[in-house]
């Protein structure tokens, strides 16, 4: 071990020695490594751990002095002991183990055991001066007191009571008057988001039931849910549209606009054609009988 590791170490525990003697005993986590001379309390859950220093048997206010912890004066000191000795009595139910960390008691429970010290029915001034005493051994860390709860615990500084003197506390707790059952407050469930509402898209189709009467509502063209859609299989067989339509034999009669038709190719070519350009000169008739000619004159 070299000589810085041993000042670095030295300056480790000079640091955390100055912060108890200014602050009292403090939480912290409970990864932060052990310092000599100084206890570590837990807490029930494990979640934090209280740091102090350990007091030797027997020290006195000399000792406690040099330590930096001189013994805190507080308003009223005969009023907060009896106040500390009642919380101990309704939060030491296991007076066979250590009084830390104990249990939890109410508020219900000091007043009813401090009306019993007292011997006469609970006053209205009685909670006057228990609340103070409650909220004068809170900031000295003999207790931890929740006062939205009125429910308190024994605080850490109780880690530093000897066997000695835990021996009379057991004699003192079996003096006073018992405390009635505790009643806690429940505690509170975390608080869960909400899951958003389903919306129509999310929601599933229930299947139709064979039995249920068709809606009289619903159009009658629609299709069901388990009926194919005309529309779509008369769209897969949608014969393909035919190309121009050929014309029809035309029936026209005589002296219709419709054109003429097409010369027979079995007749002679050397017919003449006519022209636009005057009126047509009569072919001359060839005497034919049966023709349609003019008649010629006899000679």
């Known amino acids: 071990m070299t000589s810085e590791t041993v000042e670095s170490g030295r300056s480790y525990n000079a640091l955390w020695w100055a912060k108890v003697q200014s602050a009292g005993p403090l939480q912290v986590s409970p990864d932060t490594p052990a310092v000599p001379g100084l206890t570590r309390a837990a807490e029930p859950d494990g979640s934090s751990v209280w740091m102090l220093p350990t007091l030797p048997d027997g020290a006195g206010h000399g000792v406690l002095e040099e330590l930096g912890m001189p013994p805190v004066a507080v308003e009223m000191p005969n009023e907060t002991a009896r106040v500390l000795a009642i919380c101990v009595t309704c939060c030491w139910q296991d007076r066979s183990t250590s009084p830390w960390p104990g249990s939890v008691g109410t508020l219900t429970q000091v007043k009813a055991v401090y009306a019993g010290l007292r011997g006469r029915p609970e006053q209205s001034s009685?909670?006057?001066?228990?609340?103070?005493?409650?909220?004068?051994?809170?900031?000295?860390?003999?207790l931890i007191w929740n006062e939205k709860l009125g429910e308190v615990r024994l605080?850490?500084?109780?880690?530093?009571?000897?066997?000695?003197?835990?021996?009379?506390?057991?004699?003192?707790?079996?003096?006073?008057?018992?405390?009635?059952?505790?009643?806690?407050?429940?505690?509170?469930?975390?608080?869960?988001?909400?899951?958003?509402?389903?919306?129509?898209?999310?929601?599933?189709?229930?299947?139709?039931?064979?039995?249920?009467?068709?809606?009289?509502?619903?159009?009658?063209?629609?299709?069901?849910?388990?009926?194919?859609?005309?529309?779509?299989?008369?769209?897969?067989?949608?014969?393909?549209?035919?190309?121009?339509?050929?014309?029809?034999?035309?029936?026209?009669?005589?002296?219709?606009?419709?054109?003429?038709?097409?010369?027979?190719?079995?007749?002679?070519?050397?017919?003449?054609?006519?022209?636009?350009?005057?009126?047509?000169?009569?072919?001359?008739?060839?005497?034919?009988?049966?023709?349609?000619?003019?008649?010629?004159?006899?000679?």
């Open 126 to 142: 009685d909670l006057t001066l228990i609340i103070g005493s409650l909220r004068r051994l809170h900031a000295t860390n003999w």
């Open 155 to 299: 605080g850490p500084r109780v880690t530093t009571w000897t066997p000695t003197a835990q021996t009379t506390l057991r004699e003192l707790c079996r003096i006073l008057p018992d405390p009635p059952p505790a009643l806690l407050a429940a505690p509170k469930q975390p608080e869960v988001a909400p899951d958003p509402l389903p919306t129509d898209a999310d929601a599933p189709n229930p299947a139709p039931s064979p039995d249920a009467a068709p809606s009289m509502d619903s159009d009658p063209g629609t299709p069901g849910p388990d009926q194919p859609d005309p529309s779509a299989s008369s769209a897969d067989h949608t014969p393909a549209s035919p190309g121009p339509a050929e014309p029809e034999p035309s029936s026209a009669m005589p002296g219709s606009d419709l054109p003429d038709p097409e010369p027979d190719p079995t007749t002679s070519s050397d017919a003449p054609t006519t022209t636009s350009s005057g009126p047509a000169e009569p072919e001359p008739s060839s005497g034919a009988p049966g023709s349609d000619g003019p008649e010629t004159e006899e000679d």
